[in-house]
């Protein structure tokens, strides 16, 4: 249920949007990242623009944390410890962990203080990256016998081919038309199948061997 659920919330934002767009008709690039505030303010009285902009920073600011320290929790468990110092006691990770949170917060706002596009297309680009993880998440729940390399290759090919569009490296008609997402998820659903595929003659090769070496 989550895409319709998805849907419905989205409504909302763009029709703000797209209404935005017909009141302040000339906001371009970073400007019409204020179409929100603009908006309330033109429109809304100050209780309510107030209340809205309140609730926006505080979804905001639940969403950060919660990232902040998945992160953190990531590099610590599966960086550090697994490759840095397995020995490592449950109070240095924590100490480590708070160290990252503080760093990786510093880097979000070195990026937030000079955005470098609009928030549309930082948050299209960011949805397509996690959107690369799509096809592996398929493959591990409702696949058989799709192999871990397939899946660790869809992946790194995805985030390659985002970033290959990202910076005009591959070209943009490439896409043919559509967002960069829809050819990077065929191209990563293309190498789990193909891999599927491959396991599956290795596996039949290696029984008809198996059969060959010992005959009934």
């Not at 033109?42 to 998945?70: C, E, K, N, R, Y």
């Not at 050819?183 to 293309?190: D, E, K, Q, S, Y």
Request: proline share 6%; aromatic share 10%; glycine share 8%.
């Amino acid at each position: 249920l989550y895409p319709i659920v998805t849907a419905f919330l989205f409504f909302g934002p763009i029709l703000i949007g797209v209404m935005g767009h017909v009141t302040f008709p000339n906001l371009v690039g970073n400007d019409s990242d204020q179409i929100l505030p603009m908006m309330l303010a033109q429109h809304a009285p100050a209780w309510l623009a107030t209340l809205v902009m309140v609730g926006a920073l505080a979804a905001f600011m639940s969403t950060m944390d919660s990232q902040l320290l998945a992160l953190s929790s990531m590099l610590t468990r599966d960086v550090y410890l697994e490759f840095i110092d397995r020995g490592a006691s449950i109070e240095k990770q924590v100490k480590l962990g708070k160290v990252l949170v503080v760093a990786l917060l510093v880097v979000g706002l070195i990026i937030a203080y000079r955005p470098p596009d609009t928030i549309f297309d930082i948050a299209t680009e960011a949805f397509t990256g996690l959107a690369v993880l799509f096809p592996t998440t398929i493959a591990a729940l409702y696949l058989k016998k799709v192999p871990a390399w397939s899946c660790v290759l869809s992946i790194l090919t995805g985030q390659l081919l985002l970033i290959g569009f990202h910076y005009g490296v591959i070209p943009e008609g490439w896409s043919f038309g559509f967002l960069p997402l829809i050819p990077i998820l065929a191209v990563c659903f293309g190498i789990i199948v193909a891999g599927s595929m491959l396991a599956g003659m290795t596996e039949r090769l290696n029984d008809r061997t198996e059969g060959v070496g010992h005959p009934a």
